[in-house]
T-cell receptor
Framework: QQQVKQSPQSLIVQKGGISIINCAYE??????FPWYQQFPGKGPALLIA?????SEKKEGRFTISFNKSAKQFSLHIMDSQPGDSATYFC?????????FGQGTTLQVKP | KAGVTQTPRYLIKTRGQQVTLSCSPI?????VSWYQQTPGQGLQFLFE???????NKGNFPGRFSGRQFSNSRSEMNVSTLELGDSALYLC?????????????FGPGTRLTVT
């Protein structure tokens, strides 16, 4: 099964709050899990990525938590800002190709 | 370093026509992948090219084809366009093929089929 299931579909967070987006997968052959951020009219931009031998990776306000046994990974955005308002995609790589989640539209209210 | 560039940015075509989209990867990147993005299906992998060879192919009909040139630039072609081909076509480049290399996306070509 090569699907990646992403939730929630949309998310509204107050400025300064924590945004959490979750993804789940079935295929244990996935070897790389990136998160992309996409603004309207732009292509997806690589935000942060993790490999399955690591349980957590932090870059600035963005953290990926990875649970290999549960086949789940999540993106945490700390101190969310209005400029973070965008669509976020999780993805998993299999044989070199990325399988994307359906996306989460995040709105951060001032 | 310049990012991935795609041309044209917008395109309007009629059903039955064909279209060619172009992608120039980041300088030094040798692998190019193509994705289709639609509101209904999300982001779907089309194909990947490395060293002028197709390494991977997604589940799209044969009307979708691509190629890569010796300078790593890539083109994708869609023949006999259908209304359902209206989408944002994204190109992504990576330093090399296979595991361990991040993919960086271009801004996309917005194709509208009427």
């Amino acid at each position: 099964q090569q699907q990646v299931k992403q939730s929630p579909q949309s998310l509204i967070v107050q400025k300064g709050g924590i945004s959490i987006i979750n993804c789940a997968y079935e295929n244990t052959a996935f070897d790389y899990f990136p998160w992309y951020q996409q603004f309207p009219g732009k292509g997806p931009a690589l935000l942060i990525a993790i490999r399955p031998d690591v349980s957590e990776k932090k870059e600035g306000r963005f953290t990926i938590s990875f649970n290999k046994s549960a086949k789940q990974f999540s993106l945490h955005i700390m101190d969310s800002q209005p400029g973070d308002s965008a669509t976020y995609f999780c993805a998993a790589r299999y044989t070199g190709k990325l399988i994307f989640g359906q996306g989460t539209t995040l709105q951060v209210k001032p | 370093k310049a990012g991935v560039t795609q041309t044209p940015r917008y395109l309007i075509k009629t059903r039955g026509q064909q279209v060619t989209l172009s992608c120039s990867p980041i300088s030094g990147h040798r692998s190019v992948s193509w994705y289709q993005q639609t509101p209904g299906q999300g982001l779907q992998f089309l194909f990947e090219y490395f060293s002028e060879t197709q390494r991977n192919k997604g589940n799209f009909p044969g009307r979708f084809s691509g190629r890569q040139f010796s300078n790593s630039r890539s083109e994708m072609n869609v023949s006999t366009l259908e209304l359902g081909d209206s989408a944002l076509y994204l190109c992504a480049s990576s330093l090399d093929a296979g595991q361990g290399y991040e993919q960086y996306f271009g801004p996309g070509t917005r194709l509208t089929v009427t």
